[in-house]
């Protein structure tokens, strides 16, 4: 499976961004996706995680309310909402598929990763 992270950019703080995740030579199938990210200078984070088809999802504390996973199985795509973006929320975004069908926020569960997009918000 490969699979493709876009819609990274520059925004303003407070502004909005959706992040594609596509899958190809390969589906997500019945595995967990999940988004994590990586800033300057810091290991690479958990951010959000969605099972399917139940739809379960989990998020870091500091993006709770802020951002929203989901996936659509039929397009073999995920999807990160992020709104009210902040200054600290500047990452590489990666997105990955997991070798579980259960919610996990652990990366060494997570087999295919995308390449990464960059995330800068300006404050």
């Known amino acids: 499976v490969q699979l493709q992270a876009s819609g990274g950019g520059l925004v303003q703080a407070g502004g909005s961004l959706r992040l594609s995740c596509e899958a190809s030579?390969?589906?997500?199938?019945?595995?967990?996706t999940g988004w994590f990210r990586q800033a300057p200078g810091k290991e690479r984070e958990f951010v959000a995680a969605?099972?399917?088809?139940?739809?379960?999802?989990k998020y870091v504390d500091s993006v709770k309310g802020r951002f929203t996973i989901s996936r659509d199985n039929a397009k073999n795509t995920m999807y990160l909402q992020m709104n009210s973006l902040k200054a600290e929320d500047t990452a590489v975004y990666y997105c990955?598929?997991?070798?579980?069908?259960?919610?996990?926020?652990?990366?060494?569960?997570?087999?295919?990763w995308g390449q990464g997009t960059q995330v800068t918000v300006s404050s």
């Open positions: 990955a598929r997991s070798v579980y069908s259960t919610i996990t926020r652990r990366q060494d569960e997570y087999n295919y």
């Open positions: 969605i099972t399917w088809p139940g739809g379960s999802t």
């Open positions: 030579r390969g589906t997500f199938s019945v595995y967990t």
